[in-house]
């Protein structure tokens, strides 16, 4: 009997060609996010992967449940699909469920596909059932709800588990291309990345720092944030942009009510510079439609008339509550919260045009030397990783 752990993916939608693809990324990235663990192989089997860790195996479902494309992951004991075998499996996983209890509801469920073992299905769940009320007189069988679901799987090998942790589905990062992420500190755009993430980007993240307008500390929060996301992103590095000589070159010559659409439209300048430089297809932010003055469909546009690439905004249906929601579920939204100062947020007008056009806002430009602002920019943008994340 040997301890694995089952790891089941997404299948709807993905056929051919297209699912060998998407299988190989979720199996690389599977190795990546056990890199460390030690001894842990990844085998690919029939319609899922199988894991086997060397050692603490929680610690290992717990890495795969936050690899996307996971849709759930149970650890389970892999026997020869030999009788005594799997006799001995089901009575060494029942043990373990019931973890010193002497009693509870069960059922067994097996699920046959290898033609050439004798038992149906029917059958052997019958005889597995009597064998374990004998083995633990405690057992009351109960087909709807039980405490215990004892599960078989009979193969080319057996697999025996009790347990199904559910994974964050999506698809495998990698598989979806490549883009850059405007991550500041607060709540939404952590979620946007995240999102995205999920479906299968791999995302570069881009932090605007205002220094010294804005502190050290306001940095280190976002280097927190993109270090929290790992598990999911994979990614540790921060593209940090020093942003205050822009700010102060637009606040020495556009009218204030702009002040927040040409600093937008300028991030965006400086994120389409960098996306073609790593190879990204698009630009992602935490946008919701009208949660501020800058977010109307109005602003928008302007904002976005400025790059060729397509802004992906997966925020703009959903309400404040949905994605505070959200950033507690996936845990950023406790570093979101951190007092911190954005560069933005020190830099709002009192009075800020909500219907701009793209005119007026050209030609409030007019006065700024936006190519060189960009192309400085670019230069001095520094890639941050977290102190415990340095490797080699
Ligand atoms: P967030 O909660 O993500 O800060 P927000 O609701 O505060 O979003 P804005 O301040 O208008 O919205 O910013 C809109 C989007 O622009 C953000 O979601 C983010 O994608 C991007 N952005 C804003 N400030 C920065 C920054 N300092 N660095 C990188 N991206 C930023
Ligand atoms: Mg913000």
Redesign the pocket.
């Known amino acids: 009997v040997e301890e694995v752990v089952l790891v089941r993916y997404g299948e709807i939608g993905l056929k051919g060609r297209n699912r060998a693809f998407f299988v190989r990324r979720l199996e690389e990235n599977l190795r990546r996010a056990l890199e460390g663990l030690e001894g842990v192989v990844v085998e690919n089997r029939f319609d899922r992967l199988v894991v086997r860790p060397a050692s603490s195996p929680q610690e290992v479902v717990e890495r795969i449940r936050r690899t996307f494309g996971v849709v759930s992951v149970s650890p389970a004991l892999r026997t020869s699909v030999a009788l005594e075998s799997i006799e001995r499996a089901a009575e060494e996983a029942m043990a373990r469920a019931l973890m010193g209890k002497s009693g509870a509801t069960f059922r067994v469920s097996v699920h046959r596909t290898n033609p050439r073992f004798p038992m149906r299905s029917m059958d052997l769940e019958r005889h597995l059932g009597s064998l374990l009320q004998a083995r633990f007189p405690g057992l009351v069988a109960r087909m709807k709800d039980p405490e215990i679901e004892l599960a078989v799987e009979v193969r080319e090998e057996a697999y025996v588990y009790t347990e199904v942790w559910p994974g964050w589905g999506g698809l495998p990062v990698g598989t979806g291309g490549r883009a850059v ?13 995240w999102m995205m993430a999920r479906r299968g980007m791999e995302i570069e ?6 220094f010294p307008f ?1 502190s050290e500390r306001s940095k280190e929060k ?1 280097v927190a944030i993109v270090e929290h996301l790992r598990p999911w992103t994979g990614q540790d590095g921060l593209h940090v ?1 020093p ?1 205050a000589e822009v700010q102060r070159a637009i606040a020495a010559s556009v009218s204030e009510p702009l002040w ?1 659409l040409v600093m ?1 439209r300028m ?1 965006m300048r400086v ?1 389409e510079r960098i996306a073609h430089r790593i190879g990204a297809r698009a630009l ?5 439609l009208g ?5 109307t469909v109005e602003a928008l546009h302007v904002i976005e008339a400025v790059t060729q690439l397509p802004v992906l905004r997966p ?1 703009i249906g959903l309400d404040k509550q949905e ?1 505070v929601r959200r950033a507690q579920e996936i845990g950023t939204y406790e570093l ?1 919260v951190l007092p911190y100062e ?4 020190l830099f709002v007008p009192r009075h800020p045009r909500t219907r701009p056009t793209l005119d007026e806002v050209e030609q409030a430009e007019a006065q700024l030397p936006v190519e060189a602002l960009v192309a400085q920019a670019v230069e001095q943008t520094e890639v941050v990783r977290s102190k415990e994340t340095v490797t080699a």
């Open positions: 992420g405007l991550l500041s500190g607060g709540i939404d755009s952590p979620v946007a990345l993240p881009v932090h605007f720092h205002a804005t976002v942009v942003f927040t937008r991030m994120c992602v932010t935490g946008e919701s949660q501020v003055a800058s977010q925020l994605i979101s954005d560069c933005c947020t």
